[in-house]
């Protein structure tokens, strides 16, 4: 069985610190973060620091810190270029025998930039040596806030960014709840979709989920002119499916 009381020499760590609130990472997040060599901290190239290593610094013991900026574009090849770069990297140390942690927001295999390095590394170091450590979704984190459960009994859910209004319109005939990612410009045009759908009343909106100075949560028929940044979800209840 893996030790997770600390970091170990020459292992890789993609860790979910959660959605914004040091207090909301997992005992086995801190313990390797308080103990890791090397911290990669993403950060996108239209924001100025890393939310996730503001995160995490309570729980730092002097590492050395990588912020690695990526472009928010939506080109694969030059994607795949960035990662494959902090991979060549987070390589390298591993082999020099330091111990590496890769941080990102929420967890990092949903929506997260842990997953570039998944492709990237999983491949080139020993499959024991990589090591996912979950984090609080901000999906889970806003169910939480508003105090409704998202699955009950035989509900089904779907998960998707809002860039594409026909996938979501045609995905409220598959599931009982649905949550929506990535809302930013699209949000007059996904409420209009709900309203059409009879759904406004039954839509929560998330802001910045935990994250104290920003975070808020409404109803989506009390939402007007709100502005959304990139972290802003729609959970819709569209119904219940109960035990056959």
């Known amino acids: 069985m893996t030790d ?71 080109d694969n090849d030059q994607t795949a270029r960035c990662w494959a770069q902090m991979a060549d990297l987070s390589v390298a140390r591993l082999k020099q025998g330091q111990s590496v942690a890769h941080i990102t927001i929420g967890d990092p295999l949903i929506y997260s930039t842990g997953a570039y390095l998944v492709e990237q590394i999983g491949h080139r170091i020993p499959a024991d040596r990589m090591h996912v450590l979950s984090g609080i979704s901000a999906m889970q984190a806003a169910s939480a806030l508003i105090g409704e459960p998202l699955l009950t009994q035989n509900d089904r859910l779907l998960m998707l960014p809002a860039d594409n209004l026909e996938a979501v319109e045609s995905a409220l005939d598959h599931c009982e709840t649905l949550v929506i990612y990535k809302i930013g410009a699209r949000f ?57």
């Open 188 to 244: 007059a045009l996904l409420v209009e979709l709900l309203r059409r759908h009879g759904l406004v009343k039954k839509s929560r909106l998330v802001c910045y989920a935990e994250q104290k100075r920003e975070q808020v949560f409404f109803d989506l028929d009390q939402a007007h002119g709100e502005r959304l940044g990139y972290m802003s979800i729609v959970i819709v209840h569209i119904g219940h499916r109960p035990w056959e």
């Open 4 to 74: 997770f009381t600390r970091a170990l020499p020459g292992h890789m760590y993609l860790i979910g610190v959660g959605p914004g609130s040091p207090d909301l990472l997992t005992l086995r997040a801190v313990n390797i973060l308080s103990s890791v060599d090397v911290i990669v901290a993403p950060r996108s190239s239209a924001s100025s620091a890393s939310l996730a290593l503001n995160v995490v610094r309570p729980h730092l013991n002097e590492p050395e810190v990588i912020e690695h900026v990526y472009p928010m574009e939506r």
